[in-house]
């Protein structure tokens, strides 16, 4: 079921060892631009599961130079149900094409009855959970054929029925399936001060020989009835008491890989460096005193028993997944006590937010033209109607050019009919970066073709290759520095990513219908035919020609005789 690897088996080689950041697209130039002294980039790798495209060429840079981690945010391990094979195969082509040094995936849950909740969701710490668990992570590790790390969360609730503190689960959770441990020590700190619990004492509970790797970031601050307490949000450097926790793990543990995340309000890479600089000064520094005898034979831990907690309702995921998809219902009775409808209310809105974000980012112009508040507005709207059914954000919002229109039909609003072919050419533009790298072909392969064989040849279009028709000029209404609008007519659209980045022209009737019956299998004349059929002038030569220099076709194949 598992591989039970041992300790040493979850982390590099003190070769290997140093302080790395999380690869941001922002920060690839400045990184480029020098040879960089830092340990090595991690990667969330949902944000890789395309086909092609610049992510994937970022990336395959990256690899070559520096070493890489993948940490997953979306096998949703503590679900109660079955392991997402699909998804799973996903991360293994991205854990396959980038290489990486360290696996780590969340000791969380995000799926429940075919929906997807954009946020690391807590769950109960009792035997049924455990088994579960482990289970998972074996058949994760199997198929990738890898130890992974699993990281502890941050959580702001408890459930009443836990049966172990969450250390001594870890330590059940590593011994059962041969996973290791990814050591958030902000988590730690944000669950110590929500919960009450001396961080300390859990960090010496922890089965420390397992850790692979270890987190450090930021947390902000909110309050609730009982006073103040702390949600990871990534968004700030590391605070002193975190780095007080690190420095504590690092003279039990002795040194591992280190990460500082910063995953909202990302500053400068500067400023991200400067931090991971920090870390690395301790490390050395730990290197330095030889601390070899603590991180070979940590002291004794508790083991863990199980306390007076019984077993948590076997429907719970189902409970706690339907409050958070309808705001309206009570929070469900399976939680310690707290002010928990505040602390339930973070996980709501993290959940919201995360997908709101997700589409502010997949639709730019849309944005840009409604503003934040009306866009908020109506992502709100959308997720409420349309939740995520994948954990890869990147790929929710395939719905909403259908959905703003129908909401505009309905709200009776005529002031921007145009917001819904907008939205459609947003998605083109996405799915185009995202699509399969392939080389396109020129009009040297036209020339190539025998001439008796053309009109039996059958185009393959570019993988990239998207058609959005539209009563509106959408290149106007896409331009980022707008201008006045005098021509308002419509036209056909045609997105390609032919090299590095997404073009976007416009074609005629004629040439979408021909490129449109290619895309579809048919042999050139057929799709000529098709042409004629949509656009009376349509011009064979001229449209094969000037399709095949925009890059639209990777090659032609003629038909064995």
Request: charged letters at 20%; one cysteine or more; a negative charge.
């Amino acid at each position: 079921m598992s591989l039970h690897a041992s300790p040493t088996a979850f982390f590099p080689s003190r070769r290997q060892l140093g302080a790395g950041v999380g690869l941001k697209p922002a920060h690839v130039p400045e990184i480029f631009a020098e040879n960089l002294d830092i340990g090595f980039f991690e990667i969330h790798a949902e944000n890789f599961m395309s086909a092609g495209g610049p992510h994937r060429r970022m990336l395959a840079a990256i690899r070559e130079r520096y070493p890489v981690s993948v940490h997953g945010v979306g096998l949703s391990l503590g679900s109660t149900a079955p392991l997402d094979r699909v998804h799973l195969a996903r991360l293994k082509e991205v854990v396959e094409f980038s290489a990486p040094v360290l696996v780590s995936e969340h000791l969380a849950w995000s799926d429940c009855a075919g929906r997807v909740f954009p946020d690391l969701l807590p769950l109960p710490y009792d035997e049924a959970a455990l088994r579960g668990i482990a289970d998972r992570i074996g058949q994760v590790q199997d198929f990738l054929g890898r130890a992974i790390l699993v990281e502890n969360p941050a959580t702001y609730l408890r459930f009443r029925a836990d049966a172990l503190a969450e250390p001594q689960f870890l330590d059940a959770l590593c011994a059962r399936s041969g996973c290791g441990l990814l050591l958030d020590v902000n988590n730690v700190h944000v669950s110590a001060v929500n919960h009450g619990f001396c961080a300390r004492a859990y960090l010496d509970a922890l089965p420390l020989e397992r850790i692979g790797e270890i987190h450090l970031a930021g947390h902000a601050f909110t309050r609730d009835a009982h006073g103040e307490f702390l949600i990871d949000d990534h968004g700030g450097p590391v605070s002193a008491e975190v780095w007080a926790l690190y420095r504590h793990v690092l003279r039990r543990a002795g040194p591992r890989p280190t990460l500082v995340e910063w995953d909202n309000n990302v500053p400068d890479f500067s400023v991200l460096r400067a931090e991971a600089d920090r870390a690395a000064a301790e490390l050395r520094g730990f290197f330095r005193a030889e601390r070899a005898s603590a991180a070979s034979a940590p002291t004794a831990r508790s083991r863990g028993s199980v306390t007076s907690g019984g077993a948590v309702e076997s429907d719970w995921q189902a409970g706690f997944g339907a409050a958070l998809a309808a705001p309206d219902l009570p929070v469900p009775p399976l939680f310690a006590p707290c002010d928990v409808a505040a602390r339930f209310a973070v996980y709501r809105n993290n959940a919201t937010v995360a997908a709101i974000a997700a589409l502010e980012a997949q639709f730019p112009t849309v944005l840009r033209l409604v503003g934040a508040e009306a866009f908020s507005g109506l992502a709100r709207a959308f997720f409420r109607a349309n939740p995520p059914r994948s954990p890869v954000l990147g790929e929710y919002g395939a719905e909403l050019a259908v959905f703003i229109a129908d909401f505009l039909a309905r709200a009776d609003v005529r002031e921007t009919p145009y917001l819904p072919d907008v939205a459609r050419l947003d998605w083109a533009i996405l799915s185009a970066l995202r699509a399969a790298d392939a080389e396109p072909c020129g009009p040297e392969n036209l020339a190539a073709l025998d001439a008796s064989g053309v009109a039996t040849a059958r185009a393959r279009v570019h993988p990239s290759a998207r058609l959005v028709a539209s009563d509106w000029p959408l290149p106007a209404l896409r331009d980022p520095e707008p201008k006045e609008i005098s021509d308002w007519r419509g036209g056909v659209f045609l997105v390609l990513r032919p090299q590095a980045d997404a073009v976007l022209m416009e074609i005629s009737v004629g040439d979408a219908a021909f490129l449109g019956a290619c895309g579809d299998g048919l042999t050139l004349a057929e799709a000529a035919v098709a042409a004629h059929a949509a656009e009376v002038d349509f011009d064979f030569g001229q449209t094969l020609v000037g399709l095949t220099s925009a890059g639209a076709f990777v090659d032609f194949i003629c038909e064995a005789r």
